[in-house]
């Protein structure tokens, strides 16, 4: 599996106490963009992110090669905010969803 990146899906939590669900190969450098969105410094940022600042990095994990990021990120994204906060909490598991 040389030069295959691995991928990651997070959640961050935001002003209103939303939830927002991603994934990517770098969390530390996908969250500073969306914290540069948040505060209208940049543009690499979730649209829905927008002037929700302050931003918490609630949870990540490694989810393998992108298209289980994808798979993974989509089942999570129809979860309930409940379930979300149970994934966040460690009362349940990614692996739950495959």
């Known amino acids: 599996m040389s030069g295959t990146k691995v991928w990651y899906l997070y959640i961050i939590r935001a002003a209103g106490n939303s939830l927002y669900t991603g994934i990517t190969t770098d969390v530390n450098r996908r969250f500073s963009e969306h914290c540069a969105?948040?505060?209208?410094?940049?543009?690499?940022?979730?649209?829905?992110?927008?002037?929700?600042?302050?931003?918490?990095l609630e949870f990540?994990?490694?989810?393998?090669?992108?298209?289980?990021?994808?798979?993974?990120?989509?089942?999570?994204?129809?979860?309930?905010?409940?379930?979300?906060e149970k994934l966040i909490l460690g009362e349940q598991s990614i692996n739950e969803l495959s």
């Not at 410094?41 to 918490?56: C, D, E, M, T, Y």
């Not at 990540?60 to 993974?72: M, P, Q, T, Y």
């Open 60 to 84: 990540f994990c490694e989810v393998g090669n992108r298209s289980d990021a994808l798979k993974i990120e989509y089942k999570v994204k129809k979860l309930s905010k409940t379930a979300k």
């Open 37 to 56: 969105t948040a505060k209208a410094i940049s543009n690499k940022g979730a649209k829905a992110l927008r002037g929700k600042h302050p931003l918490k």
